[in-house]
């Protein structure tokens, strides 16, 4: 591939794109490749108008009067209807509500709660680690659960057994962009008698998500990588609806009470969804969020897909064809059905190359001991972006500017 | 008192207020007076100028390096530092996060875990309902744990037993706003074995309180009301320096941990407050209640405190002189030791009367079944505001405007 590819092909490609139109949506810093929307997704115009018009309207001049007149209240399944299209959800399954890491910790007790005979939480060793610190939280409050961890060369298929209550899965690997195959493994499971949480942090926004089709149970998943809805904009959690009527969660605040505004004195569990909501959420973050959820309103998942494909196809082939020499070792797979929308490639110098492609203009981001990544997100990256940013790190690796000292004497934040 | 109150007297009162050049630190819509601020308090302008800067600046043009450049990371623990001087709470004891019912759920698994041998946990029927819902929904969870509600006429401290692990109370009661004596509370609670959990909803930014002085043990609370940091901010947990080291909490979730960018496959927790962190916050609220405790910035909270109990002797001075024939029953403690910084009344027609209210540009709230509510919030309210909202109070008892259909028809949302 990458020898028939000249930037002038590279240009055909975007003048060919069925998304191009999208990236005018977006507030893109001049002069910059932003290869980490996989981490935080950039502004759009409207994310920044919706935030803008609930913080100088609704709270400084609606004030209380906004839980109302302007939806407030509704936001988290208003918000959970718009994200479930994007995610293969029919109305009624999502809500837009806490981290996922509080999401999580809800899932796992609801699902552990259905599999009552069974006593064991199975997770990947290679899981995004907060699923994992949440999994182990949660199997130490309740005596008598185990949490067992994939390990290396091992099958998830292979680890079912009648102990096991839920599989807990990261839908992409936030490391390695590998993904799994939802239905296929959701079967197995099912099969085996257990239930699935899907960690969908890396896919949702990502890539053509059915977690109706895969018969999925629950899912969690944040909306500010793919989704971009702002620094740390809350979550969601899916519930399938065949669930919803005996899941129960022990985060029963009053925004999943029945009647919130009765103020009763013992809690009674809205019917479906609401159930998995727990207290007050963040309305200026909710309100950045539906801004930017307008921008993917009539969006084919498809399309997307396809796009995001081609992107990291391209990214791959370049990379190879250019800097084949820098002992820089692919992560991602190959294949197309285990493959999100990142490529990762391993390098014993990832942290001081990432560096210094950020110094360039080009941002990537680093992932101990030894990952460089980049997110390939369709709504917004050209194809010559692609071909610009491996331009750069050729260059990058070429001149060895990454070998001084201000790239190399530094140890990651974030 | 209210003999001798002229608006004369009442402008001079404004004129010798202390804390009267604060007003202009908030934006307020021209021709309301806000007595709900124990709801949702107003936006200021530094509140306003802290999200539009993240916004348009760290978001939209710094993206993902503002994690560190802009100390989003850190603000939790910062804002946490912030809040703790208004509530008494030394550094390193308070985090800004989630939503009050979450920290709830950490504060109460953290206190029980503390008191292994017993079992109930003790809490008022006249709670703010989340409160309770959350303490059922925790109970619920641990096998042997009971819920044992404070009933009318019952005192606190004679239901005080040695099967009573935690005690978890509102500072100011939501409905009456009635004022606890935190630290007589709390050491009956010691002596007889049990731990606090405070809920300074309704006290934090409202009077002076002292965590710390009062020897409490957990506190939570929200942000959006009297520290003004817009709808749903989000909340904070308190934990007395002395439990840290020992103190778990089920959510533990990789903001929590000791090194969340190690990306390791077990949790280890954060030494200290950090602990009773869990997953990613919602940055663009957290700066605007940054924006929003700059306000706070050199406020005395004594003096905060003499103005809110002057507002609220006042306003009860007021309507009982000039309202007084027509039933409304002052639900709120007179003693200025058991009074906080709210003003409610029951009377039968409470939801017209409010709406009425409302209509007339006096922002008051009802809570089922029958109380009219009015917060009297000490850093942008006059004491001539309270003088004009009590006269509109007076027009529409009298008038009976309340009792056309348009009042008396709709049911409460919030």
Redesign the interface.
């Known amino acids: 591939m990458a020898d028939t590819l000249t930037l002038d092909r590279v240009r055909e490609l975007d003048a060919d794109d069925p998304l191009k139109s999208l990236r005018a949506a977006f507030?893109l810093?001049e002069g910059?490749i932003?290869l980490?929307g996989n981490?935080?997704g950039?502004?759009s115009e409207t994310a920044?108008a919706g935030?803008?018009r609930?913080?100088?309207q609704?709270?400084?001049?609606?004030?209380?009067?906004?839980?109302?007149s302007a939806g407030?209240?509704q936001l988290p399944l208003d918000l959970g209807d718009r994200v479930g299209r994007l995610i293969g959800a029919a109305p009624g399954q999502v809500a837009v509500t806490?981290?996922?890491?509080?999401n999580i910790?809800k899932a796992l007790?609801a699902a552990a709660g259905l599999r009552p005979g069974r006593n064991v939480i199975l997770a990947e060793?290679s899981s995004f680690?907060?699923d994992?610190?949440?999994a182990?939280?949660?199997v130490?409050?309740?005596?008598g659960l185990t949490l067992r961890?994939q390990g290396e060369g091992e099958r998830i298929e292979d680890m079912l057994g009648p102990d096991v209550a839920v599989v807990l899965l990261n839908h992409v690997n936030y490391?390695s962009g590998r993904l799994l195959d939802m239905a296929a493994l959701t079967r197995k499971i099912h099969q085996a008698g257990a239930l699935t949480v899907w960690d969908l942090c890396h896919s949702a926004g990502a890539l053509d998500v059915d977690l109706d089709g895969a018969g999925a149970d629950f899912a969690v998943g944040?909306t500010?990588k793919y989704l971009n809805g702002?620094?740390?904009?809350?979550?969601f959690v899916y519930v399938a609806e065949r669930h919803q009527a005996e899941a129960?969660?022990?985060?029963?605040?009053?925004?999943?009470?029945a009647r919130?505004?009765?103020?009763?004195?013992?809690?009674e569990g809205a019917p479906q969804i609401a159930r998995f909501l727990?207290?007050?959420?963040?309305?200026?973050?909710?309100r950045?969020l539906k801004g930017a959820l307008e921008v993917w309103e009539g969006v084919d998942m498809a399309v997307l897909r396809r796009k995001s494909l081609a992107l990291t196809d391209l990214f791959i082939a370049l990379v190879e064809n250019r800097c084949g020499d820098h002992g820089l070792d692919l992560q991602t797979p190959r294949d197309h059905r285990a493959r999100g929308s990142q490529v990762s490639f391993s390098h014993p110098a990832a942290w001081p190359l990432v560096q210094a492609l950020?110094e360039r203009g080009v941002?990537g981001?680093f992932?101990?001991p030894d990952v460089l990544r980049f997110g390939l997100t369709p709504l917004y990256l050209r194809f010559e972006d692609v071909w610009n940013a491996v331009e750069m790190l050729r260059d990058v690796l070429d001149s060895g500017v990454w070998q001084e000292a201000r790239f190399t004497a530094r140890h990651?934040?974030?």
């Open positions: 507030v810093p910059l932003y980490d981490s935080l950039p502004a920044l935030l803008d609930a913080a100088v609704e709270w400084g001049q609606d004030l209380i009067r906004s839980w109302n407030w209240f806490d981290s996922t890491s509080v910790f007790s060793g680690p907060t994992l610190y949440i182990e939280g949660f130490a409050s309740q005596p961890l490391r944040c500010y702002g620094p740390g904009a809350p979550a129960r969660q022990p985060l029963s605040g009053w925004w999943g009470h919130p505004f009765d103020f009763a004195t013992r809690y727990c207290g007050t959420q963040p309305i200026l973050s909710l950045a950020i941002i981001d992932r101990a990651a934040v974030t």
